[in-house]
Structure formats: C-alpha cells, structure tokens
C-alpha cells in the first residue's frame, strides 16, 4: 500500500466528523431560538430555583462519595483485565500476585478510611 492510501480512511473520518460538527453549528445557529431572555438565560439548576451564592461553603460529605466512586471505578478498571487474563496472570508469577495483592490491600484500607470518615453512612433529610 502506498502512503496515499493508507490515509484514505483517516481522511475520509476526518471529513465524516468535519461534516457532521458543521451540520451542528448550521443547525445551532439557524434553527435554534432567536432571543433568549428571562428564564431561559438564567443557569440551568433542574427546575429549582437559585438560592445563595455559588460561593458557599460545600460539606465534605461530597468529596467523600466521589473519592468511594474513583475507589470503585479503579477497582473495576484493574481487576476485570485480571480476572479476564487469569491463566496468564499466574503464568507470570509471584510479582503479579504480590502487586495484585498489593492492590487490593490499598484497596481495603481506603474502604476502611471511607467508613471511618462516615462516608458510607445513610443520612435522612
């Protein structure tokens, strides 16, 4: 294959995406609404309306469910390739073992640290 011919098919994804972002700029810029004002240039907050200011303090509370999300997230992300390649991963030895278990020691001592901060407590409001 020559060179021409081995960037056909990224050329014509190129064009495909190109077509596709201009049609929505085209549709965007002359079929959407013409004069915003009132309610629809205040910011979206599902239906409910603003009270305060966007400065206020935040509990923690949130930044400890997004760290058990990245916990769980990161935990599926490595262990289902090592539950997929099994058989290779004991063909590969003692090393891979030893940072899998490694792995899952981190693993558990975040979930402990989780429950210890009160993170997996059910509040009622």
């Given amino acids: 294959m020559t060179g021409a011919e081995t960037l056909l098919p990224l050329l014509a994804m190129l064009g495909f995406a190109s077509l596709v972002a201009g049609g929505a700029l085209f549709v ?4 959407g609404p013409r004069n915003l004002e009132g309610v ?7 239906g409910v309306t603003v009270s305060g200011n966007a400065r206020d303090k935040v509990s923690v ?4 469910i997004a760290i058990l999300f990245l916990l769980f997230d990161l935990e599926v992300a490595f262990l289902l390739p090592l539950a997929i390649a099994w058989d290779e991963m004991i063909a590969l030895g003692w090393i ?4 899998t278990g490694f792995f899952l020691f981190y693993f558990v001592l975040s979930l402990w640290f989780e429950y210890r901060s009160g993170a ?5 409001s």
Avoid at 61 to 64: A, E, G, H, I, V
Avoid at 96 to 99: D, E, S
């Fill in 96 to 99: 891979t073992m030893g940072l």
């Fill in 28 to 31: 965007g810029r002359f079929l």
């Fill in 40 to 46: 629809k240039i205040q910011p979206y907050e599902c």
């Fill in 61 to 64: 509370k949130y930044y400890l």
């Fill in 120 to 124: 997996l407590e059910w509040e009622k």
